[in-house]
């Protein structure tokens, strides 16, 4: 497989992008200077080490300072701590925080298979729960947001967690809620804007 045809495939592996749209991406590469395509090359280089996986709640941040272990929004200490948003992925983090969004989050790195034989092993649903536990047991947590996309996948994923959730909120007296349908089914929280995201999270349920 020659260079061309090589970056090509490893641009299909991008989300949403197929064969036709990485075949453009590698065509505009070609007629850049050279001093772009090496800029492009350095930061791709540099990415992994100036990027950590926030301990708290799994979202990727820049590192800034000495503290590389929890990210600036865990930190904050004007965060409603009371509230914890699960979301799927780090795009979804970064749509909720524009709706005005105040809570914390976590980041559960996807969905769930609906055939999955274990479905703790797509998913961080046993750092999800030891992070619920552990806010719930010191009396911080007041309402766990199920903050996931109004698609097959999220409401599968939604129930699993919910049913996890359940016999905990109940020992240590706090809320499960779900985003309100704000968000109309089918659409990924990723795409939605803030308005409607803000709307879904003003009547979750």
Avoid at 166 to 191: C, D, V, W
């Amino acid at each position: 497989m020659n260079p061309l045809e090589r970056l090509t495939k490893n641009f299909e592996r991008f989300p949403g992008i197929g064969p036709r749209q990485a075949r453009r991406f590698v065509q505009f590469l070609l007629v850049q200077q050279g001093a772009y395509r090496t800029a492009l090359a350095d930061d791709i280089k540099r990415l992994g080490a100036n990027s950590f996986q926030c301990k708290k709640c799994f979202r990727w941040s820049v590192k800034n300072g000495s503290s590389h272990a929890v990210c600036t929004i865990c930190r904050d200490a004007h965060r409603e701590t009371g509230l914890l948003c699960v979301v799927e992925k780090d795009a979804d983090l970064d749509n909720v925080e524009r709706s005005g969004f105040k809570g914390l989050y976590f980041v559960l790195g996807g969905t769930i298979p609906l055939a999955a034989e274990e479905p703790e092993a797509h998913v961080r649903a046993r750092e999800c729960i030891m992070r619920i536990e552990e806010d719930g047991t010191k009396g911080v947590l007041k309402e766990v947001i199920l903050g996931l996309s109004a698609t097959t996948l999220g409401d599968h994923t939604r129930g699993f967690l919910q049913e996890k959730i359940l016999p905990i909120a109940q020992a240590l007296n706090f809320k499960i809620t779900s985003l309100g349908r704000g968000l109309s089914t089918g659409s990924e929280l990723e795409y939605a804007d803030p308005d409607t995201i803000a709307s879904a999270l003003s009547s979750r349920y």
